[in-house]
């Protein structure tokens, strides 16, 4: 519990990933550690005897924090920098004079300066605020060569000024070792975002040029064939078997080439517009129905029997077209690769928790080398029993739409004996009245 309040403090003072971008962050957390720095200093130097030193850094601390308040809270973080870093370069050669100039530590903070400037400033800016630091470094540094009478030693005593040395080394070090880890831990969080986004694009490409290989080439044939049949059908010499036949091929092909349009249709939309599921309470039986009344005629054409065993009283929580469509995909399949006189069957099983409906088969099951990529874009449609052809994007968009149900989907399968395809959706909590998709 702790770590993570700690967090939020950290993300509340410092601004996180999403909405403050990586510079103004690591400005923030410099600024946070100047003014414990510069608080930590204000008392040092009142106990070692350098009073005007210890004025003017409770000065640069007053001013410190305005400039982390103008840029964390009034979001004006260009300005802060700026203030910032012109600051430093006109307060540090105040420093030099009030710290014993070339005998006191100045010179190092004039070095963490610069540190600061390389890991906050605008990569565009460093020729403008790399040259002013080294131009203030330098004034005072020749200034204080050719006229030595101009300082006085301020240190009480030898003791104190080694202490004064040590104290600074071990505040300009813990703040190197801050800001450097800071700025490689965000470099490694933002490489990390970077990579996950390179994926997503990776994948994106990848979808376009299966639904672009889909339209070009598994839309168009039965488009074509159709076109092919419909110019048979205008001989008037076909006997009537032969229409028939026609008819029939000409029914199925239209048939297919529908179903590959609605999933298309489907996928492109809910890509498109961020589709998010409705999850309601839903009938299952009722939700059935019409998906039942659409394929019986297609399991008529090869005499499988199509039933259902599911409840009247099965009630789930999911997206009512979302899983019709996942339902209506897996029958379509199953009665795909079914033969002739099969049996194709859905039923549900409730538990306390969680409703698995099965969708069964008694086909000729999945090959091996198709079952670890089913799911996914990277596999290709295997002809049916009567040689019906796919696009294998029918079990891809119904993974996706139970995702995004929060729900589930798997297979099991047995050479010979068929495959099961199970979906699993929360079921109903006994409050809630179901919605009915007719």
Not at 294 to 312: G, Q
Request: proline fraction near 4%; aromatic fraction near 10%.
């Amino acid at each position: 519990m702790l770590p993570q309040r700690l967090r939020s403090l950290a993300g509340y003072l410092v601004g996180t990933a999403e909405n403050v971008p990586l510079e103004a962050r690591v400005f923030h957390a410099v600024c946070l550690m100047v003014l414990c720095g510069i608080g930590l200093n204000v008392a040092f130097n009142f106990l070692i005897g350098l009073p005007e030193v210890a004025w003017l850094m409770l000065g640069v601390l007053m001013a410190a924090a305005t400039v982390y308040y103008t840029s964390r809270f009034l979001n004006r973080v260009s300005a802060a920098m700026a203030v910032f870093l012109l600051a430093c370069d006109l307060i540090l050669p105040v420093n030099y004079y009030y710290n014993s100039g070339i005998n006191g530590p100045t010179y190092a903070i004039f070095l963490l300066c610069l540190l600061v400037t390389i890991s906050v400033a605008p990569r565009r800016q460093y020729p403008v605020w790399l040259p002013l630091n080294l131009a203030a470094m330098l004034a005072v540094f020749g200034w204080d060569y050719f006229h030595r009478d101009w300082l006085k030693e301020n240190y009480e005593s030898r003791g104190s000024r080694y202490l004064d040395f040590l104290y600074t080394y071990i505040i300009i070090g813990s703040l190197i070792i801050f800001i450097v880890t800071y700025i490689r831990k965000a470099y490694h969080a933002e490489r990390g975002l970077a990579r996950g986004r390179a994926a997503e694009l990776a994948e994106a490409n990848e979808v376009k040029n299966k639904l672009l290989s889909i339209i070009a080439h598994d839309l168009k044939e039965p488009l074509t064939s159709i076109q092919g049949f419909l110019e048979l059908l205008g001989d008037k010499d076909m006997d009537a078997a032969q229409r028939r036949r026609l008819e029939a091929e000409l029914m199925h092909r239209t048939r297919n080439a529908s179903e590959l349009l609605n999933n298309v249709l489907n996928w492109t939309r809910g890509q498109m517009d961020g589709l998010r599921a409705r999850r309601v309470p839903v009938n299952l039986a009722g939700l059935l129905l019409p998906v039942i009344r659409l394929l019986e005629p297609l399991a008529e054409e090869k005499a499988i029997n199509l039933t259902s065993a599911v409840s009247p009283a099965t009630c789930v929580m999911g997206d009512p077209d979302m899983l019709q469509l996942v339902l209506r995909n897996l029958l379509t399949n199953a009665i795909k690769y079914s033969h002739p006189g099969g049996d194709v069957r859905i039923t549900a099983e409730s538990s306390v928790y969680y409703c698995v409906i099965m969708v069964r088969d008694n086909g000729d099951g999945i090959p091996p080398a198709q079952q670890a990529r089913l799911f996914s874009l990277d596999t290709h449609s295997a002809q049916g029993t009567h040689a019906e052809k796919g696009a294998g994007l029918g079990l891809y968009l119904c993974r996706e739409f139970m995702e995004r149900q929060e729900g589930t989907i798997a297979f099991t399968t047995e050479a010979g004996k068929g495959t099961t395809f199970s979906v699993s959706l929360p079921c109903c909590r006994e409050s809630e009245t179901p919605y009915s998709k007719r």
